[in-house]
């Protein structure tokens, strides 16, 4: 049994300094909600949103961040270009969803074929990028090389029929004096020379 006359938490009057104090837990509870769903929406910013890996400003993004690695460990990576050869075809005669469901296989054995380090993304419509950890331009080239035959090997069933599309690889080792636009575009250009290399001049 409670005393005599004693006060209920009912009874307790709320001060002015209590509800300051409410209101500035609920602001702060306001606060990490927007900040979690800033966080997310920029996350989502850097994603392809038809192919789940990252876009071109995603890319870029890492690219600066690798190489400021390289330049402060000194370690080895490489840079390479991919550019699809007969998807413009592809989307002419079998229509834009067809198209899609292709990129999404080829995304899908890029992803599946390179390691757990290494970095792919789109770079915009059919291009694609792989950032490639402890590799030298030697070993860059040779892997360009089996992306085209990874590339060459993929194969997608739409509406009765098998479609497929080549890919042409460059890669450059990254510079690390070098900008992260330098590095595209020098890995761009190798890419353009394989291109040409392919179709026989």
């Given at each position: 049994?409670?005393?005599?006359?004693?006060?209920?938490?009912?009874?307790?009057?709320v001060?002015?300094?209590?509800?300051?104090?409410?209101?500035?837990?609920?602001?702060?509870?306001?606060?990490?909600?927007?900040?979690?769903?800033?966080?997310?929406?920029?996350?989502?910013?850097?994603?392809?949103?038809?192919?789940?890996?990252?876009?071109?400003?995603?890319?870029?993004?890492?690219?600066?961040?690798?190489?400021?690695?390289?330049?402060r460990?000194?370690?080895?990576?490489?840079?390479?270009?991919?550019?699809?050869?007969?998807?413009k075809?592809?989307?002419?005669?079998?229509?834009?969803?067809?198209?899609?469901?292709?990129?999404?296989?080829?995304?899908?054995?890029?992803?599946?074929?390179?390691?757990?380090s290494?970095?792919?993304?789109?770079?915009?419509?059919?291009?694609?990028?792989?950032?490639?950890?402890?590799?030298?331009?030697?070993?860059?080239?040779?892997?360009?090389?089996?992306?085209?035959?990874?590339?060459?090997?993929?194969?997608?069933?739409?509406?009765?029929?098998?479609?497929?599309?080549?890919?042409s690889?460059?890669?450059?080792?990254?510079?690390?004096?070098?900008?992260?636009?330098?590095?595209?575009?020098?890995?761009?250009?190798?890419?353009?020379?394989?291109?040409?290399?392919?179709?026989?001049g």
């Open positions: 049994m409670s005393a005599p006359n004693a006060e209920s938490l009912d009874d307790v009057p001060t002015p300094a209590d509800r300051l104090l409410v209101e500035v837990e609920r602001l702060r509870q306001e606060l990490r909600e927007a900040n979690r769903k800033i966080a997310e929406l920029e996350a989502r910013a850097d994603v392809d949103p038809l192919l789940d890996i990252l876009n071109r400003r995603g890319f870029e993004r890492e690219l600066v961040r690798s190489l400021a690695y390289v330049r460990y000194g370690t080895s990576a490489a840079l390479m270009f991919i550019d699809l050869d007969g998807f075809a592809v989307n002419d005669r079998h229509g834009h969803a067809a198209g899609d469901a292709l990129l999404k296989a080829v995304a899908a054995a890029l992803s599946k074929n390179v390691r757990a290494d970095v792919v993304a789109r770079l915009g419509g059919d291009e694609f990028g792989v950032l490639m950890w402890n590799l030298d331009a030697a070993r860059a080239g040779a892997k360009a090389a089996e992306v085209e035959s990874l590339i060459a090997a993929v194969r997608f069933e739409h509406g009765g029929v098998t479609l497929c599309v080549g890919g690889a460059g890669a450059v080792a990254l510079d690390p004096e070098a900008t992260a636009a330098a590095i595209i575009d020098a890995a761009d250009k190798a890419m353009y020379v394989r291109k040409r290399a392919r179709r026989g």
